[in-house]
């Protein structure tokens, strides 16, 4: 989604703006820009379609200098991706402004500004708002005030970044419904969407709240609520180092997160565990006796996070025999649902911003849940805001799209908050210490699974020519193969789907032939005999199959079947640790074919907009 840098200090801004816009690169953009107020009170823009590499060329060979500058990535929304819909949006050459977020009655505002004999230069919902502060500067002269009178007519979301080029001196920052944060140095100041693009800069961060809007100075900052009265917001010291963002000697950020899972495991279990048991007061302090009255659970997300819902559900009614229902959250939002007695609602979320499940969070607040726990890697984010519990896996930043270790911690935490509701319904502390076990054996048990790496990529050579791939799965395992297909999907562009394999015959079996792969999660339980069945009726159709199973499994490779035996003992942990090979084949299947693997096309790593 849209990236927002900002800055105000004595010095040339553009290199800190430019570092900025390079460091929210992971966020997903088609196009960039960047405008300072020069040395002479002129607004100055360079922008381009397509990379920030491009625009820092540009910058080079025609730089632009000035102590106050806006920059931003924009991922299209409305309007197509080109040079006309970029932002920096500048009305009149008097007044530039960013925005990320949705003008939802921008139709309305732009029709008013035509007929007032407004020009616009882009098809996009941002053009409004400069126009709007520029006709409101006309009465105010001054440009805090005209962003009040501006946001007061604004639907939707935004945050927005100003400039003036009469107050040269002064930025201003408002957000609603899509996050920004303000970066404390000295004696100069920043904003952006995220604290990494910052990091360079300062430690030191505000986050805004709802409604709020920042009147920035080089020397002052004071902050305004939604009732533009001014009010104090904490400074927080992030403990992140300016290297978080980087890529380790890695080729890709993806492959570093990918081998960093051991890591973001211990460290997102690290304090969660005391002798053998849960600490159930990390999901909040009353979440213990809130968690005596659970009777069943709603859990909320989308993409990556829902497939993690997914398989929690199977671990809830099997350990703690609480009920539990999982849901997109763009369909939750948009539907009346029938809230059983004493249910907790669960929303989870890699970034905590995405507009969907925020959404739900909101709506469920308001819809009799007993209580509401968001599972977020954001500390700070909307969602843990939002919340009344909150439980923060530590993955540590993840910067490319398609979630990994942020997947894997959220299978962490959310073991753990099974274990914590089990214990109030009867598991007893023998089990509970046996299930600790299988979680502190995680690292060491991922960490084997990644040495598989040589194994995947020379299987990936397979599929680069495919154009389909098919990914089967039973019991908790059937959320492993949905993730796996996603992953392909979204990084390598080839279409994968995941089917239970018990529906096979109901339908998918039709597509199978010798050009269509298909991926089967195998683990040696109870189901295996049936998935062998199933995977007959693939092989006896011509389809060439590809066996992720355990060492155990008493399954070959023959003619057309590929077996990779791997160590992946079957045990309440088993789900995760079968994602790792999936995740490993769509990453290498990716490098073949070139694709982009850490920005894909039309993604966008924090999805702030419907
Ligand atoms: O930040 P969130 O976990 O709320 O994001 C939800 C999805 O957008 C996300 O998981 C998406 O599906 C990933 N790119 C998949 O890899």
Redesign the pocket.
């Known amino acids: 989604m849209c990236g927002i840098v900002g800055a105000i200090a004595q010095r040339d801004v553009s290199p800190v703006l430019l570092e900025g816009l390079k460091r929210l690169e992971y966020r997903g953009y088609d196009s960039a820009g960047l405008a300072v107020v020069d040395h002479n009170k002129q607004l100055q823009r360079i922008r381009v379609l397509g990379k920030v590499n491009e625009l820092q060329e540009q910058h080079q060979s025609s730089p632009l200098q000035g102590g106050t500058g806006i920059a931003h990535t924009r991922w299209a929304t409305h309007g197509k991706p080109s040079l006309d819909n970029a932002h920096p949006h500048i009305c009149r050459n008097q007044v530039a402004l960013v925005h990320n977020g949705i003008i939802e009655n921008h139709e309305q505002l732009r029709a008013q500004q035509v007929d007032a004999g407004y020009d616009f230069s882009s098809e996009t919902d941002t053009e409004v708002v400069v126009n709007a502060v520029y006709e409101a500067l006309q009465t105010t002269k001054e440009l805090l005030q005209a962003v009040f009178r501006t946001i007061e007519q604004l639907e939707g979301a935004y945050a927005l970044g100003v400039i003036n080029k009469d107050e040269p001196e002064r930025l201003i920052a408002a957000r609603k419904g899509s996050p920004l944060v303000i970066g404390v140095g000295i004696g100069e100041y920043f904003i952006a969407s995220d604290v990494f693009a910052l990091l360079p800069v300062t430690q030191q961060f505000i986050f805004l709240e709802e409604g709020d809007v920042a009147d920035i100075k080089r020397d002052k900052l004071t902050i305004y609520d939604s009732n533009q009265q001014i009010v104090e917001r904490p400074i927080n010291v992030s403990e992140l180092s300016s290297d978080v963002a980087d890529k380790a000697g890695y080729r890709h950020y993806m492959l570093k997160e990918i081998f960093s899972q051991p890591n973001a495991i211990a460290e997102s279990l690290e304090n969660r565990i005391e002798d053998g048991r849960v600490v159930t007061s990390e999901f909040g302090q009353n979440a213990e006796s809130i968690f005596q009255q659970v009777k069943s659970v709603k859990i909320v997300?989308?993409?990556?996070?829902?497939h993690a819902g997914l398989i929690a559900a199977h671990w809830l009614e099997e350990i703690a025999q609480i009920p539990c229902q999982v849901e997109i959250?763009s369909e939750y939002r948009y539907r009346k649902s029938v809230v059983v007695d004493n249910t907790l609602f669960v929303s989870?979320?890699?970034?905590?911003?995405?507009a969907d499940?925020l959404a739900a969070l909101q709506l469920a607040k308001k819809s009799g849940f007993l209580n509401t726990l968001a599972i977020c890697?954001v500390a700070e984010s909307s969602?843990t805001r939002e919340a009344e519990l909150v439980f923060l896996t530590h993955a540590g930043p993840e910067i490319g799209?398609?979630?990994?270790k942020?997947?894997t911690t959220?299978l962490v935490g959310l073991f753990l908050l099974v274990i914590a509701i089990a214990k109030q319904n009867g598991l007893d502390s023998k089990q509970e210490a046996m299930f600790v076990k299988q979680l502190e054996s995680l690292p060491g048990r991922v960490n084997q699974l990644l040495q598989y790496k040589d194994d995947i990529e020379n299987i990936a050579k397979d599929f680069s020519d495919k154009h389909h791939a098919l990914f089967l799965g039973r019991g908790s395992f059937l959320p492993v193969a949905m993730e796996g297909a996603?992953?392909l999907k979204?990084i390598s562009y080839i279409h994968a789907e995941a089917y239970a394999a018990g529906e096979l015959k109901h339908g998918p079996l039709a597509l199978v032939d010798d050009d269509m792969p298909v991926v089967a999660v195998a683990p040696n339980n109870n189901l295996l005999e049936k998935l062998k069945s199933n995977l007959q009726e693939v092989q006896a159709r011509g389809g060439k199959l590809y066996l992720f199973a355990d060492k155990t499994s008493e399954v070959e490779s023959t003619d057309g079947v590929y077996v990779l035996k791997i160590n992946a003992l079957y045990d309440f942990m088993a789900p995760i640790l079968y994602t790792i090979p999936l995740q490993l084949l769509a990453y290498y299947v990716a490098v073949i074919k070139g694709a982009d693997i850490d920005q894909p096309r039309n993604?966008?790593?924090?999805?702030t907009v419907e």
């Open positions: 997300a989308c993409g990556t996070s829902y959250a989870i979320s890699q970034s905590g911003e995405t499940t890697n969602l799209v398609a979630s990994t942020a997947f959220q996603l992953k979204e993604l966008a790593k924090s999805v």
